[in-house]
Every structure is written in structure tokens, then in C-alpha cells.
């Protein structure tokens, strides 16, 4: 589902009551140090250098961006968002969703990904990732033991959490062709 300006609105106004202030959501450090080139290679689901590219062009798309978002212009490199694509196709492979169902398009995020912007948040406060709280593999439906635990912090703070990550969101940019 995309997350449109009625829907955003809606979002702000059930949230508007526990305005915390002072969360930042976008652009700070990342949640945790580990070997993220492993653990992205995981959402390759093949070795095959076709299908790799073919599987990529998909991530493009549900990102709106070409290929040198991410890599240099001759692929032998990547752009400052090696690390945090690395921690999103691990996000991904490890927790069966696709970039779609949380992204659409450069800026917009569907619900899904505006929950997931508030985890992210937590994430960092806690330097830990999502795996930490869901089970793997079950698209973010079960928790593990310390994701129960955090259960009732997450009830207390989700309306300002959830508020911050809709108000990091930039105004809607008109729609652009798909990348390659
Ligand atoms: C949002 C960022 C992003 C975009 C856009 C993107 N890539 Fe990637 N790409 C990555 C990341 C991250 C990796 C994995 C890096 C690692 O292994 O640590 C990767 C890996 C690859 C690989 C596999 C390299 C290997 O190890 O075999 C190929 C091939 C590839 N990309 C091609 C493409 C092509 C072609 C496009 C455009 C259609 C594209 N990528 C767009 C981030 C991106
Ligand atoms: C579970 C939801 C979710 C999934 C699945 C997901 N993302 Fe993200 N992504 C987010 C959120 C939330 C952010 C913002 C993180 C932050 O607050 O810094 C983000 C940020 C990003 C960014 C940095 C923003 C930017 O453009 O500078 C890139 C690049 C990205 N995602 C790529 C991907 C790719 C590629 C995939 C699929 C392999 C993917 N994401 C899958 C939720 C998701
Ligand atoms: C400290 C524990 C914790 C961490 C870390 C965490 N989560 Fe969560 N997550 C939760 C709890 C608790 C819920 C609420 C579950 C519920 O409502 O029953 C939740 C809900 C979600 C949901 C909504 C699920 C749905 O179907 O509505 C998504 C998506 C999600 N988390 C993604 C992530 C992502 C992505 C990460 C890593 C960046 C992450 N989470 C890290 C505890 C955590």
C-alpha cells in the first residue's frame, strides 16, 4: 500500500497526542557493525551474474534510482550507499520481504516501511538489528523473546516514534521514470 498524503495526515492526527520532539530518524549512524557483505550476498538468490543484475534492476525499480545510486558508473565500486543498501538487502533476505514492500519509490515508503523507519530508529538506540527482536524468515510476523519484551516501550512510544519517521518523510517528488 502506498502511503499517500491522506493517509500520511492520517498517521500524523493518530499520533499528534504523544508528540515526544526531538527524534531524528533519517541519517544517523547505523545500528550495528557485522559482516554486511555476507549477509547481503543472502539475497542473491543466485551465483549467476544475469541473474544477479536481473534481481537488482527489480531493487532499482522499487527505489526509483539507476544503477549508479549505488555503484560507480564502470562497477568497480559502490556510492556512500554501500552500507546501508547492504544492511537493507540483509534486512530482506533475512526476514523474506521485498524492497517493495516497504519502499515506493525514491522518497515514499509504504506503511510497512513507516513502521519500519520508527525499528529502525530502535535499532540504533539499542545497537542492535532486526533480527534481534524477529524471528527470521517470517516477514516480520514473530517475535522473539526481546522483541515480547519490548512490547509494552513499543505501545508507550510508537505514536511519536511513528510521528517522527512521517515528518522525516520529504514532500512527495512527481514520478519519475523507472531505472533501467
Ligand atoms: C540501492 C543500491 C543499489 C542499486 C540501485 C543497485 N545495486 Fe547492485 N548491489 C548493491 C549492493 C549493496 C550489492 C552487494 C554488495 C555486497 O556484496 O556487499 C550489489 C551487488 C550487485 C551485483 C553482484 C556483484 C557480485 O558480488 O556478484 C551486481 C551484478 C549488481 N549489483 C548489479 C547492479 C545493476 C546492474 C544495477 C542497476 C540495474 C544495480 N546493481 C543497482 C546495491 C545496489
Ligand atoms: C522492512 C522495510 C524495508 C525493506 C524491506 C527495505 N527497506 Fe530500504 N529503507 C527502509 C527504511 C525505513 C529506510 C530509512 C532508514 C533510515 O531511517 O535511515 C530505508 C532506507 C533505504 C536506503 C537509504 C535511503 C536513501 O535512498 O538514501 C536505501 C538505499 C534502501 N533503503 C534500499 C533498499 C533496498 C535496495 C531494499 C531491498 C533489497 C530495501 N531497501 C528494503 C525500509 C525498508
Ligand atoms: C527491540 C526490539 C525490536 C527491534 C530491534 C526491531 N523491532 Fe520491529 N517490532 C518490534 C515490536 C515489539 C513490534 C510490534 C509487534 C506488534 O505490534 O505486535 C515490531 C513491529 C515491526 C513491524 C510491523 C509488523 C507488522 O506486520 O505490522 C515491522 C515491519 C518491523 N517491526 C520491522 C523491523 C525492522 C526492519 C527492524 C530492524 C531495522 C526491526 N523491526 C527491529 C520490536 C523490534
Redesign the pocket.
Known amino acids: 500500500m502506498r502511503l499517500t498524503r491522506p493517509l500520511l495526515a492520517l498517521l500524523a492526527l493518530t499520533v499528534l497526542a504523544a508528540a515526544g520532539g526531538g527524534v531524528v ?3 544517523g549512524p547505523l545500528p550495528v557493525e557485522a559482516d554486511w557483505h555476507a549477509r547481503a550476498q543472502a ?1 542473491f538468490d543466485s551465483a549467476d551474474e544475469k541473474a544477479r543484475k536481473q534481481q537488482m534492476r527489480a ?1 532499482g525499480r ?2 526509483k534510482q539507476p544503477c549508479k545510486y549505488c555503484h560507480t558508473k564502470t562497477f568497480d565500486g559502490y556510492t556512500d ?1 554501500l552500507d ?2 547492504r544492511q ?2 540483509a ?2 533476505a533475512e526476514h523474506q ?3 517493495d ?3 515506493s519509490g525514491k522518497v515514499e ?1 509504504t506503511e ?2 513507516v513502521v ?2 520508527a525499528m ?1 530508529q530502535i535499532s540504533r538506540e539499542q545497537k542492535v538489528f532486526c533480527d534481534h527482536c524477529h524471528v527470521k524468515g517470517a516477514r516480520f510476523e514473530k517475535l522473539t523473546k526481546e522483541g515480547d519484551a519490548f512490547q509494552p516501550e513499543w505501545a508507550q512510544r510508537k505514536a511519536a516514534l511513528l510521528k517522527a519517521v512521517v515528518e522525516a518523510q520529504p514532500a512527495s517528488t512527481p514520478a519519475e521514470p523507472a531505472a533501467p
Open positions: 530518524i533519517r541519517k539475497w531493487a522499487a527505489l550507499k546501508i543498501s537493507m538487502l534486512l530482506s520481504v521485498g524492497c514492500d516497504c519502499h515508503y510497512l516501511g519500519a523507519g529502525w
